[in-house]
């Protein structure tokens, strides 16, 4: 039953995803922001905050998690490195951003598949 609410709340962003088309990004800086979502975790779903800077350096915060790292462009795809990292959330692994329907939404996949990540935009850059 504790589940359910958090279920609800990511039902937007899976209905989202899956009607969203993949948006090729050449460059880290169109994704500057903070953005907000959750971690899957093999028991729970963490909420979570990803600030990506427009250098490609970004911090993940969850609970019991602090992962600090940079972010690089690989022959058009997006790669994640933790250069530091408390919890088990670091890693490194692929960033993919999607967008349809005025809906933004960036997944975080480790190259294990462990603690994949679902975030939506609360503000950009300038």
């Known amino acids: 039953m504790r589940r359910l609410p958090i279920l609800l709340t990511l039902l937007p962003l899976a209905c989202c995803a899956s009607t969203a088309m993949r948006i090729p990004i050449g460059d880290v800086q169109r994704l500057g922001g903070l953005w907000q979502g959750w971690l899957i975790t093999p028991r729970d779903y963490l909420a979570a ?8 350096t970004f911090e993940l915060r969850a609970p019991r998690t602090l992962v600090a790292g940079t972010i690089t462009t690989a022959a058009g795809v997006l790669r994640f490195q ?9 890693g490194h692994g ?10 933004r939404v960036l ?12 975030f939506r935009p609360v503000f950009s850059e300038s």
């Open 82 to 90: 933790a250069s530091s990292g408390l919890g088990a959330a670091g």
């Open 94 to 103: 692929i960033i993919t951003l999607y967008e349809g329907g005025g809906t």
């Open 49 to 56: 905050t990803l600030t990506i800077k427009s250098d490609g």
């Open 107 to 118: 997944k975080t996949a480790r190259d294990d598949r462990l603690f994949p990540g679902r």
